[in-house]
């Protein structure tokens, strides 16, 4: 049983608020900005049809492990908390909250309008199961890790304890107390991530296995119900709920989604009015710059090269790790490979992401560049490592998702790689995101193009992806002194936002000056969307979208 660290987010850093602005352009505030009168008018018909990468990996908000899923959930599952357009914890089922003076007490008032779909009422007891279940060894939760600031929850998850002795409780049906080993400052915003959600406990359990694998078998409490997913298929609905607490001011009536890979079908689907929002990328993305339906949305998220440190020895040399890195000329692939608005990696930390309250410092100004192009350099390594490793050719299957997006990224580092290494063989194996996910938690992979997104506003949300007692650190990358700083930031350095900040970046230089995970570049996504369709909330972090404000204009 692995053990796993306990997470303080203590240090409260800001989420810059032109984020958006900043990194895509003025045209890109449609989504978000405040509508007119005329525009405030609503077309007859309340019906979209939107374009996704990647298909359901799961209906179970604990087992919920990539980021399309979670913003999937996001529209017919809701907790105490939601995200507001600022990426801020905000109200949501929980009515009134108290903290006790030394932080180490929550206690929620929940709504009591709130209801299940199938009529139960939404109680405390929903989240005392749910969270007893995450911390719960047997049911292996991916980010059960995230409860260890909860008293017993690390005893529990390296089951030294019962589940049952989890610090919440259930005070009646509507009051929920939770006790912490420690303050933390961005607990509330962990109540905005889907594996803090209530589960519906006589629901789950009359499912059983079954439970989460279709929208027949899963429950919700959200502004819409999920419906027409089978748990394979590729196209879905979210139809308005009737029985959430504030479905009259929902307006949408159902929201038709399509699992669309190949950015061609995206394009001639919305051209004719069949998709009303598609998502761009490469050539087309950059065709399309000046369309008033275009849009781009960056992401707090960062793309990379992992390794299999376990089962493939040759990753252990440092020499043929920094040669995959100088060879790959990120600046090329982020705006003539992608030119969808992402951006290079300096690092991995993005800019635009978090700022120390203190000084105001951008993170990613305050930790520098690091990551460079150096192709001369990187063919001298190549071949000391062959030398060091005593070989002459070197076979390697990298593994990336099968959408059109990673196809062309991962074509692009193939062929980097092979034609100017010698010796050199890159079998690419293009596969659904929710394989790879598999393969890489399984350790079944020699390179894994995957990526890491923040669901908190927090610099070590995107860092602990570096430390090796993190679940989805598939490598693993080890590095004692980087495991030590990070546990540094969240425990013994907690109150010092100093000391933690400068934990964080020694952190990351630390493993960037090994090349221990290869960043690519920072994620953003380009859109032709509806100009009509007004007032889709667009988050960074956690899930992506909002849409219990959105409607149809005339």
């Not at 929620?108 to 199961?129: C, I, M, Q």
């Not at 890979?261 to 998502?279: C, H, P, R, Y």
Request: proline share 3%; with cysteine.
């Amino acid at each position: 049983m692995k053990k796993f660290k306990k997470k303080h987010f203590l240090f409260s850093l800001t989420v810059l608020a032109a984020f958006l602005t900043a990194c895509g352009g003025t045209e890109n505030q449609s989504a978000t900005s405040s509508t007119t009168d005329e525009e405030a008018t609503h077309a007859a018909e309340q019906t979209i049809s939107v374009g996704v990468l990647n298909e359901l990996s799961t209906g179970d908000t604990l087992l919920v492990s990539d980021i399309g899923t979670n913003t999937a959930m996001s529209q017919y599952l809701e907790g105490l908390y939601r995200l507001d357009e600022n990426n801020q914890p905000e109200p949501a089922l929980a009515e009134e909250t108290t903290v006790s003076e030394d932080g180490l007490t929550y206690h929620f008032k929940l709504r009591e309008d709130a209801k299940w779909s199938n009529g139960d009422p939404v109680t405390a007891h929903d989240f005392v199961y749910a969270w007893q279940q995450a911390v719960n060894p047997d049911k292996a939760a991916p980010y059960s890790y995230m409860f260890t600031s909860i008293v017993n929850a690390e005893s529990i998850i390296n089951d030294e304890m019962e589940s049952e002795t989890l610090g919440i409780e259930a005070i009646g049906d509507h009051e929920l107390e939770v006790h912490l080993t420690g303050p933390v400052s961005y607990f509330l915003g962990e109540m905005a991530f889907l594996p803090f959600f209530p589960q519906n406990q006589a629901f789950v359990e009359e499912m059983g296995e079954r439970y989460g694998t279709s929208s027949e078998t899963t429950l919700y409490n959200g502004p819409f119900t999920l419906t027409g997913w089978n748990g394979t298929n590729q196209s879905w609905k979210y139809e308005k709920n009737d029985q959430y607490w504030d479905a009259d001011n929902i307006i949408l009536d159902s929201i038709s989604v399509q699992v669309i890979k190949e950015v061609s079908t995206a394009l001639n689907l919305f051209e004719s009015g069949q998709l009303d929002d598609a998502i761009l990328s490469g050539e087309t993305a950059k065709q399309y710059t000046s369309h008033e339906a275009y849009v781009v949305e960056p992401e707090a998220r960062t793309n990379f090269l992992e390794f299999n440190y376990t089962d493939n020895p040759i990753f252990s040399n440092a020499d043929l790790r920094a040669a995959f890195s100088l060879i790959l000329d990120r600046n090329e692939l982020a705006s003539t490979i992608l030119g969808n608005g992402s951006i290079a990696a300096a690092a991995f930390v993005p800019h635009y992401f978090v700022s120390n309250a203190d000084t105001g410092n951008d993170f990613a100004d305050d930790a520098g560049d690091f990551l460079n192009y150096d192709p001369e350099k990187a063919k001298e390594l190549f071949e000391a490592a062959k030398e060091e490793l005593n070989m002459d050719k070197i076979e390697i299957d990298l593994i990336a998702d099968d959408d059109e997006t990673s196809k062309v990224v991962s074509q692009y580092i193939q062929g980097e790689l092979q034609n100017n290494f010698d010796g050199l063989k890159i079998n690419l194996v293009n596969i659904p995101k929710n394989n790879r996910i598999e393969k890489g938690q399984s350790g079944d992979f020699d390179i894994i193009l995957g990526g890491w997104g923040a669901i908190l506003p927090d610099a070590i949300n995107l860092l602990d992806i570096l430390n090796s007692e993190t679940t989805f650190n598939n490598g693993p990358y080890k590095n004692e002194k980087v495991d030590q700083l990070l546990n540094d930031a969240e425990t013994v350095n907690a109150n010092d936002p100093n000391a933690r900040w400068q934990n964080m970046l020694d952190a990351q230089k630390n493993m960037l000056e090994e090349y221990g995970l290869i960043p690519l570049y920072h994620t953003a996504e380009a859109h032709l969307r509806n100009p009509k369709l007004k007032d889709v909330e667009i988050h960074s972090v956690s899930g992506r979208y909002d849409y219990r404000r959105a409607y149809v204009a005339e």
